[in-house]
């Protein structure tokens, strides 16, 4: 079956310090992956995408690399700050799978100043 | 353009009681996902409709859970009778047709006593 795995939290670091959250897949086909951030209090909301292999997804700092030969996709931020603090969510997708996502157990991240 | 408005945002109540959560998409939004967050687990998938029809139900746990999907427009799940392991947090998400990436609510938080 198609399942997410993601480093366990909580993730407490510095600001300004680099940020690595790890996350790994199994599929059958070839999914499209996906980082969800979920801040205090909202709802998830979609950080980047990768669609196909080496693929990077980026945004507001944040990148990520579609890894085929490894199956992951890990999560990276040179320089984090005190507003990054949230929970990440890795997932995956298929396109026979009506666009259903597979999410990982996320990955809550504290910054402090 | 409005988003994906779910309520209530936190509900509790007593085992064996019933609950009704709503979801509104995104106007014109075709596509509407369910899914659930159990504490300390991953995101499930619940289901999917495409327009008023159930497209895939395959994630919905058991026959105490109803959803419908009035018109085509708003959803709602019910949860009769509610059970402890009902909680957690339940998103709705919306797409248009195509795949364009997910709209997803804020959740509604539910609590079973």
């Known amino acids: 079956g198609n399942s997410v795995t993601q480093m366990e939290g909580p993730v407490t670091l510095s600001e300004e310090a680099f940020l690595t959250i790890n996350c790994t897949y199994t599929a059958t086909g070839y999914p499209s992956l996906f980082w969800y951030v979920q801040y205090p209090g909202e709802g998830l909301q979609l950080l980047l995408k990768a669609t196909k292999a080496d693929d990077k997804g980026s945004n507001k700092g944040f990148e990520a690399t579609y890894r085929k030969e490894t199956t992951s996709f890990h999560l990276e931020k040179g320089s984090v700050q005190v507003s990054d603090s949230a929970v990440y969510f890795c997932?995956?997708?298929?396109?026979?799978?009506?666009?259903?996502?597979?999410f990982g157990k996320g990955t809550s991240l504290l910054v402090t100043p | 353009e409005a988003g994906v408005t779910q309520f209530p945002s936190h509900s509790v109540i007593e085992k064996g009681q019933t609950v009704t959560l709503r979801c509104d998409p995104i106007?014109?939004?075709?596509?509407l996902y369910w899914y659930r967050r159990v504490m300390g687990k991953e995101i499930k998938f619940l289901l999917h409709?495409?327009?008023?029809?159930?497209?895939?139900e395959s994630g919905m746990p058991n026959n105490r859970f109803l959803a419908e999907r009035t018109g085509g427009t708003y959803s709602t799940l019910k949860v009769q009778p509610a059970e402890l392991e009902d909680s957690g947090v339940y998103f709705c998400a919306s797409s248009p047709t195509g795949w364009s990436g997910y709209t997803f609510g804020s959740g509604t938080r539910l609590t079973v006593v």
């Open positions: 997932a995956l997708t298929l396109t026979n799978s009506g666009y259903a996502l597979n």
């Open positions: 409709f495409v327009k008023e029809s159930k497209q895939d």
């Open positions: 106007s014109g939004h075709d596509n």
